[in-house]
């Protein structure tokens, strides 16, 4: 058994497992379960992933990459007030393997480890606003004693410091998202091949941004930076957005308005996205506050140069490897895109270390083992 300082007191004969719960499997949430399966692979822990809604689902089972998958199978609906029979279930799941502690993302699956086990639970928290509720404050001081928060940016770990301010600093840290670097690679086409499936011109310098067409993502801070930049980009530059959302219409509208139809591109949604990613020259992203931004790794895998707002999470990521704009301003948003096209700063060595000793699979079960468990090997 382990306390949730990570202190291990099971019997070395044993096999050692760890309870991984997720409220489900779809984007990005599947892949926050791989991040934490890739952790545990090679060492002497195995790793039991159970999703609580979504039906089985084989391709989902392969891509979480655990060592056993467990699909309950309930709907979003079913999740809702006191969740009596997924903890039951999960109670009966935690009987049955020698679980050392237990990964929790997001609230729900915090709420039911703690209630369906006796476990340590690191609980895994993605986004700001977490305990902006009372009852969770609540839920979450009264098991405060098996409890370690993992935020996944300062950002993020600060806001939950202030809600929970009695809480002693190491038990709420920082443990950020990571890719499994040489893969994501290894999927990119090349430029020719993704402007070829996106439909995009050769010759053309391209701003690429994916994300859903929604407030939280500020499109529109995108668009008039670009429109303000225009004239000072190389001939034909583009704008090309992969993604849809409520915002759409309106950001057509604005297109037009602004008269740059023939600049932006709005290419939709776009199966496995980064994959196209050689297509652009650089990436933009605006975003209001976001947590952490998986997005910048995907766009640091592929080498390109990064621009985006100073605020949340995505700063931690792109570091000295990125320009940064204050949020919502496109003037300045404007001039670090007429900045980046223009300049001869050569990136990619320093793209290529931070990824690798901040976001890698490798670094994240490093760190984890070492920061998290205090074990000196995986």
Known sequence: MTDIEGNLSVNSDDTPYILQICHCYYDPF?????????????????????????????????AADSDEVIFLGHSSKKLRGLKLQVIREIHQIAKQYPFEFCIAHRAKSAYVGLLATKLPIYSIRHSFGDFDRTSRRWMINRFRHRVKILAVSNAVRDEIRLHLAGWPAEQIVTFYNHID???????????????????????????????????????????????????????????????????????????????????????????????????FDCFVLASDHEPFGMVLLEAMAANLPIICSDCGGAPEVVGDTGLLFELGNAVALADAIANLATSEKQIEYLIEERLENYFSDTSAKNSFFKQILKLDQP
Not at 40 to 45: A, L, P, R, S
């Open 181 to 279: 670097v040489e893969k994501v690679r290894s999927e990119l086409l090349s430029r020719t091949q993704a402007r070829e499936a996106l439909k995009l011109p050769e010759s053309a310098w391209i701003i690429g941004s994916v994300g859903r067409l929604h407030p939280d993502k500020d499109p529109k801070t995108l668009i008039h930076g670009f429109a303000l930049a225009l004239e000072k980009l190389p001939e034909k530059s583009l704008l090309a957005m992969i993604g849809t959302g409520r915002l759409e219409n309106e950001l057509k509208k604005l297109v037009h308005s602004l008269g740059i139809e023939k600049n932006v591109l709005f290419l939709g949604r776009v199966s496995v996205a980064r994959q196209y990613f050689k297509a």
């Open 30 to 62: 599947l892949d926050c379960a791989r991040q934490f399966s890739a952790i545990f692979k090679g060492t002497k822990y195995r790793i039991v992933t159970v999703f609580m809604t979504g039906e089985p689902d084989d391709a989902v089972a392969k």
